[in-house]
């Protein structure tokens, strides 16, 4: 499995950005994908998921009618729509596969990218 993030930057407060994963090594289109996110020293973030075949999707509430997930299965691609960005976002930013929840609460993934780094900040 090998999962490359692109996109990150350094952008004002209500800004955007968007953020792309490519991905190999696995049947992209039979996999759900998420988009997770880590300040250092704190626990990972979950922000977004999709379904194989893009169907739904799924957003945790603080990112929730502010970022889009989306995915080309052809070319096996991943993307996050970033729009209104806050100081809060600030993070680096990880495709991920093999997440899992617990009780409701995110637990963890089994495999993410190297991450990108985002930056809000005027």
């Known amino acids: 499995v090998q999962l490359v993030e692109s996109g990150g930057g350094l952008v004002q407060p209500g800004g955007s950005l968007r953020l792309s994963c490519a991905a190999s090594?696995?049947?992209?289109?039979?996999?759900?994908m998420n988009w997770v996110r880590q300040v250092p020293g704190q626990d990972t973030e979950w922000v977004a998921t999709?379904?194989?075949?893009?169907?739904?999707?799924y957003y945790g509430d603080s990112v929730k009618g502010r970022f889009t997930i989306s995915r080309d299965n052809a070319n096996s691609r991943l993307y996050l729509q970033m729009n209104s960005l806050k100081s809060e976002d600030t993070a680096v930013y990880f495709c991920?596969?093999?997440?899992?929840?617990?009780?409701?609460?995110?637990?963890?993934?089994?495999?993410r990218g190297q991450g990108t780094q985002v930056t809000v900040s005027s």
């Open positions: 991920a596969k093999g997440c899992s929840w617990k009780g409701g609460a995110f637990q963890r993934c089994d495999y």
């Open positions: 090594g696995f049947p992209f289109g039979d996999s759900a």
């Open positions: 999709i379904q194989n075949d893009g169907g739904r999707t």
